[in-house]
């Protein structure tokens, strides 16, 4: 008898477990209708399909779940178990988990349906005032270009704004460093002989770019002769 009661705890376990995957599987299904970009107002076949499947699964789980209970209940040697207490427990959990995944799946997808409904109310009641009144849609056109335009305007005032912020920055750039030159010019003429070693380093500087250029010209001369 307690081979026969186990036995059946096994499979009545195992086909948890097997249900338990599918409705994991199922709800990923479900859940993806609530990320659409754009939820229809009404549920598609599609997805009425996707729910009662979730449903129907956990259905099934709340069966098979009770029916473990009750041989808990019923066969002494599998109620002084406490692993299968524990294993029975963990089941009643997932399945109350998976219980408020589909209501939050189901809540997620009424309240976007009535934000969308909602919208496309507003919308109609526009375009219904609109057709009404023409003269107030032409207005309120207007008004749109206008406030188009002044967005335009304020985005070339910052740009502008900005382009003589980096000017100004580089004119106090530009007094910096001529300060700068000058202050080393002033303290070089003050300095007894500075003046004449950077006149002499200039000098050896021009001359050693004229022979450099005559050399150049006579290599330049040389080539064209012999050429």
Same mark, same amino acid.
């Given at each position: 008898? !307690?081979?026969? !009661? ?31 970009? @754009? ?9 009425? @399909? ?13 069966? &098979? &779940? ?15 178990? !406490?692993?299968?207490? @524990?294993? $029975?427990?963990?089941?009643? %959990?997932?399945? !109350? ?17 009535? =934000? ?5 109310? /507003?919308?109609? %009641? ?6 009404? @009144?023409?003269? #107030? ?13 002044? =967005?335009?305007? %304020?985005?070339?005032?910052? /740009? ?13 750039? =530009?007094?910096?460093? #001529? ?11 003050? *300095? ?15 001359? %050693? ?12 001369? *040389?080539?064209?002769?012999? $050429?």
């Amino acid at each position: 008898m !307690a081979t026969t !009661a186990g036995q059946g705890w096994a499979q009545l376990r195992q086909q948890a477990r097997s249900l338990e995957s599918q409705t994991e599987t199922s709800l990923q299904t479900y859940s993806q209708f609530s990320t659409q970009a @754009n939820i229809p107002a009404k549920p598609t076949e599609e997805e009425k @399909n996707a729910e009662a499947r979730v449903q129907e699964l956990l259905d099934k789980r709340e069966s &098979v &779940v009770a029916q473990l209970g009750r041989l808990l209940d019923s066969e002494a040697t599998l109620t002084s178990s !406490a692993l299968k207490q @524990n294993n $029975l427990a963990l089941l009643r %959990d997932k399945l !109350a988990d998976h219980r408020r995944d589909l209501a939050r799946l189901r809540a997620t997808l009424q309240e976007a349906r009535d =934000r969308a409904n909602l919208l496309g109310s /507003v919308r109609d %009641d526009i375009s219904a005032y609109r057709a009404a @009144n023409p003269a #107030a849609a032409e207005a309120e056109y207007m008004l749109d270009e206008r406030a188009r335009l002044d =967005r335009s305007h %304020d985005a070339a005032d910052s /740009v502008l704004s900005q382009a003589y912020a980096v000017q100004d920055s580089f004119a106090l750039q =530009r007094e910096t460093l #001529a300060s700068i030159n000058r202050r080393i010019t002033l303290a070089a003429s003050q *300095v007894p002989g500075i003046n004449a070693l950077i006149g002499r380093i200039s000098a050896k500087k021009r001359r %050693d770019g004229i022979i450099m250029g005559s050399f150049i010209a006579f290599c330049f001369l *040389v080539f064209w002769f012999f $050429l």
